[in-house]
């Protein structure tokens, strides 16, 4: 069975390409080679910078940390959404999701909140967009045209 990358369920997700950590073979052009560490300060940038925005560009939210599950790991949440990020084999899912703890009553107007900003975000985020899911789970992506 194959698998994609994780996000929280009922999500707004903006999908987009990491190249980690490989790096060129200086006497071959030809033949890359996976440097993890390399990797793992390129991932905290990654972590970091849409933080960074997504506090930016919302101004109601705040830091936060957090997983929901084990692969959806939360960076920023106001008191209707939490935002965060998640990585499978170099495809990130930027994402978006209605708070679980959230009052009742506020339920409604949290998921129009959300709805409103999902256009822009997925904007801002994006560089794939998926096409679709193999019966066996794997997800076919496109790059979006610049």
């Known amino acids: 069975m194959g698998r994609s990358v994780s996000y929280p369920s009922g999500a707004h997700?903006?999908?987009a390409l990491w190249d980690a950590g490989w790096i060129e073979d200086e006497d071959d052009p030809d033949t890359r080679h996976f440097d993890q560490l390399a990797a793992q300060d390129d991932w905290d940038f990654i972590v970091e910078d849409f933080r960074e925005q997504v506090l930016a560009?919302?101004?109601?939210t705040w830091t936060a940390s957090?997983?929901?599950g084990r692969e959806d790991r939360i960076v920023a949440m106001n008191r209707y959404?939490?935002?965060?990020?998640s990585e499978y084999c170099g495809c990130i899912a930027y994402w978006v999701v209605l708070r679980d703890d959230i009052d009742p009553g506020q339920e409604g107007l949290a998921q129009r909140w959300i709805d409103r900003?999902?256009?822009g975000f997925k904007k801002r985020f994006a560089t794939l967009v998926r096409l679709g899911v193999f019966s066996n789970g794997e997800a076919i992506f496109e790059r979006i045209a610049a």
């Open 66 to 68: 957090g997983w929901i």
């Open 81 to 85: 959404a939490r935002f965060g990020i």
């Open 13 to 15: 997700v903006a999908f």
């Open 57 to 60: 560009l919302y101004p109601s």
């Open 117 to 119: 900003i999902a256009v």
